[in-house]
């Protein structure tokens, strides 16, 4: 259940217990804004970001903050169940071998182009888009870096599942970089007194119409992207197991802007870090390598504008992880259970279990926002 903070214009509800003071802080910016409406909502993993806290819900009237959705548009989580209840550690290695093989993590991309088939569709002026449209041709289908991750699991259904985390590549990213920087120059025109990092565009404006233009783009780029790679896996899984029947596939994104209903009124919600949960629908919260993720379905909080968690969270920034965290203390217990993990170097110890939250605590926190469906245990990952 929520906790409330009453001391900015608009109450700031939190469901978690203790947020670090920059998070705190960014929430009661977005609680201060002219056209925030009714309340800001945090979600149980939420940490400091950049103008809006990571695990954050803002509710507008007429006006859209790039910075609000973020600079990796449409990332979100895809997962699937497979018929098997099994596989051997000899199989599970060689599906891992051959998905890295098959899909480019970090900075790198494919070295051809792939079927356009897999771009979504370029319709009106979609000005960004169309200058990085080539190049993402050769991006869609790669997982990225950060916390993104590939990963084989084994659910509490008795099914091996496969789960992906990932986004938009350089294509959003370009697209949100270029309209807050817009935003931010049109602010300073209007004298306008909101925060640089919470520049924004009015309703009725054209800056309003292209930025969702290019954004639905992005969030639509960042499925193809997880399907293609969904696809890559599910071939490698055949490829070493034989036939095997897949279900049909899960994708929640979450770092986006929608026009939802709520409290009576047509509202844009800014989901940055969190997932919708509407009553009923099916959705992912992911912890981290060594902990368990969940097949969840929402409960349709209204407090919660209809969200929840998009993960653990992080308790501390990736290079405090490098700094403080040590690579045999992390990945010995991982080892001890036989999951096949990322955690090899110093400087993969930014995504080690210890630089998260306690995944268990923070589904506690949001028992009002989401039933859990499936707990899952990780086998095996790839980590951007």
């Known amino acids: 259940m929520e906790q409330v903070i009453s ?38 993993d939420s940490h400091q970001g950049y103008g809006m806290p990571i695990g954050g819900v803002l509710a507008t009237e007429d006006a859209i903050i790039p910075n609000a959705v ?3 548009i449409g990332c979100g989580m895809c997962s699937l169940r497979t018929d098997r209840k ?26 051809q182009q792939q079927d356009e088939k897999w771009m979504p569709e370029l319709n009106g002026n979609l000005e960004i888009v169309e200058q990085e ?8 289908g790669t997982l990225g870096g950060g916390n993104h991750f590939i990963e084989i699991q084994k659910g509490s259904d008795g099914y091996v599942w496969i789960m992906i985390h990932s986004g938009s590549r350089n294509i959003g990213y370009t697209v949100a970089k270029h ?33 969702i233009r290019e954004m639905d783009y992005c969030i639509e780029f960042a499925l193809n992207n997880r399907k293609l790679m969904m696809e890559r896996v599910q071939n490698a899984i055949t490829d070493v197991l034989g036939e095997v029947d897949f279900s049909d596939f899960i994708n929640k994104p979450h770092n986006f802007a929608s026009l939802e209903n ?17 009553e009923g629908e099916l959705g992912m919260i992911p912890g981290s390598q060594g902990s368990s993720s969940f097949i969840v379905r929402g409960k349709g909080n209204r407090d919660a504008f209809e969200s ?18 040590s690579v045999e203390e992390e990945s010995k217990p991982l080892e001890e259970r036989g999951i096949l993990h990322a955690i090899r170097h110093k400087s993969d110890l930014d995504e080690a279990p210890g630089s998260y939250k306690d995944i268990q605590k923070v ?14 245990e990780p086998l095996a990952v790839v980590k951007g």
Not at 197 to 202: E, I, Q
Not at 262 to 278: D, E, P, Q, W, Y
Not at 310 to 322: F, L
Not at 370 to 376: A, C, F, Q, R, Y
């Open 133 to 140: 449209y080539e190049s993402a041709q050769s991006q869609v």
């Open 262 to 278: 709520h409290f009576g009124k047509n509202l844009l919600i800014h989901r940055k870090g969190a997932t919708r949960a509407r």
């Open 7 to 44: 001391s900015e214009r608009l109450p700031i509800k939190l469901w978690l217990e203790d947020l670090e003071e920059g998070a705190l802080q960014q929430a009661k910016n977005l609680a201060n804004l002219p056209f925030a409406f009714k309340h800001i909502a945090i979600m149980p």
């Open 86 to 111: 099994e596989i051997d550690r000899d199989d599970l290695k060689s599906i891992m071998s051959i998905i890295r093989k098959t899909v480019p993590v970090g900075f790198n991309h494919h070295d």
């Open 70 to 72: 973020g600079v990796d």
């Open 308 to 325: 929840c968690s998009h993960g653990a969270g992080r308790v501390m920034s990736r290079n405090q992880a490098k700094k403080t965290l």
């Open 179 to 211: 309209y807050n920087q817009k935003a931010k120059e049109l602010n300073e025109k209007w004298k306008s007194e909101t925060r640089t990092d919470l520049a924004f565009f009015p309703r009725d404006t054209k800056e309003f119409d292209d930025y």
């Open 363 to 376: 589904m506690e926190l949001q028992k009002d926002l989401i039933e859990i469906v499936i707990e899952l």
